[in-house]
């Protein structure tokens, strides 16, 4: 099938492209519409052109699949493309509907009119992959919708309907339906009233403060990059529309645009994009596997876990009835529910409306028996293998027959939970990250005996919630967790070897991280480790006891919600302060294991966190837990604040080279305060380390699982 149709109606040429799902600008599609343009240029018969896309799409702009290769940069590269449609002597109609994004929209700029449906969706997503528009966006965006609207949509990535648009000049027609029969009536039009091309680049850009407001735009954008390198340089480009004529600013474009490409921060965010569709395809799954019908979904527990996921489905428009043992408690999770909907009215996020009915769809109850129709029930009470037991018993005997049980579990044996049912078949973990209702991420736990139409269910679900999940096999803290343990307990050491809290938060904020293990901690509680440390002391004896955190957690200090934590908070702040209390902790601790506090490097405290993700992510692959290294990259980019301009810890270190992490690995296993076990590379890091390849080289193979066992 052409990916370009092309016909002459009545004077008119209807270029109509169609290369599925989303007409990404891909290299045959390119040299389409440049030939098509050339027809119907050349064509006498024809006066007007109008180039369309398919039901769902304009453009969703470039085939960033093509950035691997050489594909992306054949001839006629976008910016030609763009450069030939303006060049057309005969005027070209952009009609637009759907997704009219990146590359897309830098075609419809190149048009020389635009006909639009009101709901099209309007972007330029390029500062998410680390680049700006590099086939003009930047210099004809401008000069349609004003410097400032093209600052904020260019730098910010957002996406808005073609109807907010509507007071400038980038539209001609702004249609409510019947997109062909709009761009026919107008360029019907044209024709009769012997209008011909009206070129984008011969507008000027004008602003009554323009230097000013540039200024104040790069200060803006400096404040919310967050160390980003693009929404700089996008503001950059930006204002070479307003201080260079069109052919300089476009050269300006295009140097920006290349250099963002070839940079490590733009690899990564790229790998990100991919990772993130790659975590979609599950082993053992396809477009054929069925799935399961969850129209009505049950919640167990009203704390702040059951009713983040409780909000999350209501948002989403499914029926959700929040079952608790007691009234006070069910109570006390309903008020946080209401409070959350109207603070979010109160700071303009959501219409009074839609959040009444969004509390409404909400429903709290005090028995079982309420539930008995719901098609999908998550657990989300204490994390304790008894409590849990009791719950999924009584869930046996009252969920219908079909209906999907899981778990939201975030260290418990999922096998074991589903042992305690007659259907473990239909039980998963759902676990969900905090506050759930925010979070993107969820893993989802294959348990050994979970069903395919089960698995699939849950990532579907998980998607129309607008929830990014992973499938994690069953192992104590499945993939997030079980990491983030073992760079917890790096953390913990460097307390002891020297550091102090503030030295290591800020060590890892200065590399990325959104926060620091310490202030990570505060946030979500230091008693909800404490309680895993508890149990993996009684489950492994001669696990050596982490004396710090035990005593913070002894004195009751779990973290902001208590005010007190590794640091201490003023009442109704967040402000993480030092306090003298934990210093003085850390140096009776040092005294009691008879340690000399020694100076160390913040690139020792970054290597050594981040290093201890790696290799527990090496070893998850091994074992099967983690279908792909890309997997692991997207729990820790939507779950734990990894610097998404590093690409995932997985990605960053096979950009650092793994022989250099093996290296740094055995220099600190030669620490006589180390642990060399913990130290000692897994199979799979060692091995790739020593062919000189990176974790993405070398996919996990089914099967893999049970190469290595998980240390004690």
Not at 101 to 120: F, I, N, P, S, T
Not at 477 to 505: H, K
Not at 533 to 548: F, N, S, T
Not at 658 to 678: G, S, Y
């Amino acid at each position: 099938m052409p990916v370009l149709k092309y016909k002459v109606d009545r004077g008119i040429a209807w270029l109509a492209m169609n290369n599925p799902p989303l007409n990404a600008l891909s290299h045959e599609l390119r040299l389409a519409v440049v030939a098509g343009i050339d027809r119907a240029v050349a064509d006498a018969k024809v006066r007007a052109i109008v180039l369309i896309g398919n039901e769902r799409a304009f453009s969703s702009g470039a085939d960033i699949r093509e950035f691997a290769g050489g594909a992306f940069y054949a001839e006629p590269f976008l910016p030609a493309v763009c450069a030939a449609v303006e060049a057309a002597t005969k005027p070209v109609i952009a009609a637009i509907n759907g997704a009219c994004m990146g590359g897309g929209l830098e075609l419809a700029l190149g048009c020389h009119y635009r006909v639009a449906l009101a709901d099209a969706k309007i972007s330029f997503p390029e500062v998410k992959l680390g680049l700006i528009p590099g086939a003009g966006g930047t210099q004809r965006f401008p000069r349609l919708v004003g410097l400032e609207t093209a600052l904020n949509l260019i730098v910010s990535g957002a996406t808005v309907p073609a109807v907010s648009l509507k007071d400038a000049a980038l539209f001609d027609v702004i249609a409510k339906e019947d997109l062909a029969g709009a761009a026919r009536e107008f360029a019907g039009k044209l024709i009769k009233d012997g209008k011909g091309p009206r070129r984008v680049r011969d507008v000027s850009v004008k602003h009554p403060q323009g230097e000013a407001f540039l200024q104040f735009a790069k200060m803006s954008a400096t404040a919310v990059a967050r160390g980003l390198a693009a929404p700089l340089r996008a503001v950059e480009a930006v204002g070479a529309s307003l201080t260079q004529k069109f052919d300089a600013g476009m050269a300006t474009e295009q140097k920006i645009f290349a250099e963002l490409m070839a940079s490590e921060e733009s690899r990564a965010l790229r790998h990100a994009f991919f990772a993130e569709r790659a975590a979609g395809k599950v082993a053992g799954l396809t477009d054929q596997t069925p799935q399961r019908k969850v129209s009505r979904v049950a919640v167990i527990g009203a704390g702040t876990m059951g009713g983040g996921i409780a909000m999350s489905f209501a948002n989403a428009g499914f029926p959700v009835t929040v079952v608790e043992a007691k009234q006070e408690a069910l109570d006390r999770g309903m008020a946080t529910i209401r409070k959350f909907y109207e603070g979010a009215v109160a700071k303009g996020r959501m219409k009074p409306d839609e959040a009444t009915q969004r509390a409404a769809a909400i429903t709290p109850s005090l028995a079982y028996a309420s539930i008995a129709k719901a098609d999908l029930v998550v657990e989300a009470v204490f994390e304790d293998l008894e409590v849990k037991k009791a719950v999924f018993r009584e869930l046996d005997k009252v969920m219908k027959q079909g209906a999907i049980l899981a778990t939201n579990t975030s260290t418990l044996d999922v096998d074991r939970i589903a042992a305690f049912t007659k259907r473990p078949g239909d039980v998963l973990g759902l676990h969900f990250f905090s506050p759930a209702n925010v979070m993107r991420l969820v893993e989802v736990v294959r348990a050994k005996k979970t069903r395919p139409d089960v698995l699939a269910t849950a990532m579907a679900i998980a998607k129309k919630i607008g929830k990014t999940a992973v499938v994690a096999g069953v192992c104590d803290g499945f993939i997030g967790n079980r990491m983030i343990n073992a760079y917890s307990q790096q953390a913990l050491l460097l307390l002891e070897e020297g550091a102090t809290p503030v030295q290591v938060d800020k060590a890892m904020e200065k590399f990325g991280f959104a926060m620091g293990p310490f202030r990570m901690s505060d946030l979500a509680g230091n008693d909800i480790s404490w309680h895993i440390r508890q149990r993996h002391y009684a489950e492994h004896p001669k696990l050596r006891k982490m004396r710090i955190a035990d005593r913070i957690c002894e004195l009751g200090r779990f973290g902001q919600k208590s005010g007190l934590g590794w640091y201490r908070y003023e009442a109704g702040k967040r402000d993480a302060i030092p306090d003298p209390v934990v210093d003085q902790i850390i140096v009776e601790e040092r005294r009691a294991l008879k340690l000399e506090p020694r100076r160390i490097p913040d690139a020792e405290i970054v290597d050594r966190l981040v290093f201890a993700l790696v290799n527990e992510g090496a070893r998850l692959l091994g074992e099967g837990i983690a279908q792909r290294a890309s997997d692991i990259d997207v729990v820790y980019l939507a779950g734990y604040g990894f610097p998404v301009q590093r690409g995932g810890p997985m990605f960053y270190a096979s950009r650092v080279g793994l022989k250099r992490v093996v290296r740094r690995m055995k220099e600190f296993a030669a620490n006589p305060q180390a642990d060399p076990a913990f130290w000692k590379p897994a199979k799979l890091l060692a091995s790739l380390a020593a062919q000189g390849r990176g974790f993405e080289d070398d996919p996990p193979k089914k099967g893999r699982s049970g190469q290595e066992k998980r240390r004690g």
